[in-house]
């Protein structure tokens, strides 16, 4: 293993809750009601993956740029100030730099979103390499995000990384781009949905999978599946 590819939202940050909120209340703003819930269920997924869940084809067509700009200005102004950190990920970066492995961050989210994330975390220093959906015709379940990952990280192949996620669609994504998956609890998905997923292995937050670095697919000599 040569690199490691992390998703942001949930895996980084606690920011899940904050991006159904924003999601519900842009709905809202369009006439369109929507279950908290139902909406959390589908974070992970960028807005054009996301809407079609709860909006017909045809709205998406007609409407869906400006639902999605003003979700997008909406999440900035009232709901990017209280996202926070997990605890450890800047220590489970420099450990991972420390044995030697490239770092990448691949998320649904905007490039300019990703850029203030590293900010937020305080790792830009850590990061080798970052894609956003400004890189993906299509945001996650679809590989487009991990797949220019890989563009970037070349010459390192796919049997060379594995991705950090909290998603099934994190997992579901990086399979089609031949990468395997490293599942993380709290972003709030059920452990069972990430297995089924087909995560390899399945930690608690980044201070879990810090705590059990010698011991997982990260560590240096690890041979790692998918």
Same mark, same amino acid.
């Given at each position: 293993?040569?690199?490691? $590819?992390?998703?942001?939202? =949930?895996?980084?940050?606690?920011? !899940?809750d904050l991006h159904a909120a924003a999601w519900v209340e842009a709905f809202g703003h369009f006439g369109v009601t ?5 909406? /959390? ?18 709205r998406v067509e007609r409407e869906g740029e400006t639902i999605e700009a003003y979700r997008s200005d909406l999440f ?11 605890? +450890?990920?800047?220590? #489970?970066?420099? /450990?991972?730099r420390a044995d030697g492995h490239t770092i990448a961050l691949a998320s649904s989210g905007k490039r300019s979103e990703?850029? &203030?994330?590293?900010?937020? #975390?305080? $790792?830009?220093?850590?990061? %080798?390499?970052?894609?956003?959906? %400004?890189? +993906?015709?299509?945001?996650?379940? &679809?590989?487009?995000?991990?797949? +220019?990952?890989? /563009? ?5 192949? +796919?049997?060379?990384?594995? !991705? ?8 579901? @994504? @990086?399979?089609? @781009? =031949? ?30 999978? #810090? ?7 990260? @560590? /240096?000599? &690890?041979?790692?599946?998918?």
């Open positions: 293993m040569k690199a490691v $590819i992390f998703d942001i939202d =949930g895996t980084l940050l606690d920011s !899940v929507v279950k908290p819930a139902d909406v /959390r269920g589908q974070i992970g997924k960028g807005g054009d993956q996301l809407m079609p869940v709860f909006l017909p084809e045809e900035k102004r009232d709901y990017l100030p209280r996202v926070k950190p997990f605890p +450890a990920v800047r220590e #489970l970066f420099a /450990r991972i990703v850029e &203030h994330y590293q900010e937020i #975390l305080g $790792i830009a220093d850590l990061v %080798d390499v970052a894609t956003s959906s %400004d890189d +993906a015709d299509r945001s996650k379940p &679809h590989p487009d995000i991990f797949q +220019a990952a890989l /563009r970037k990280l070349a010459p390192l192949k +796919a049997r060379d990384m594995l !991705v950090v996620g909290d998603t099934p669609y994190d997992a579901e @994504a @990086a399979r089609k @781009a =031949g990468l395997p998956t490293l599942g993380v609890l709290c972003g709030g998905f059920p452990e069972a949905e990430l297995s089924e997923a087909g995560c390899i292995a399945i930690y608690r937050d980044p201070q879990d999978l #810090l705590d059990g670095y010698d011991a997982s697919p990260l @560590a /240096r000599g &690890h041979a790692v599946s998918g």
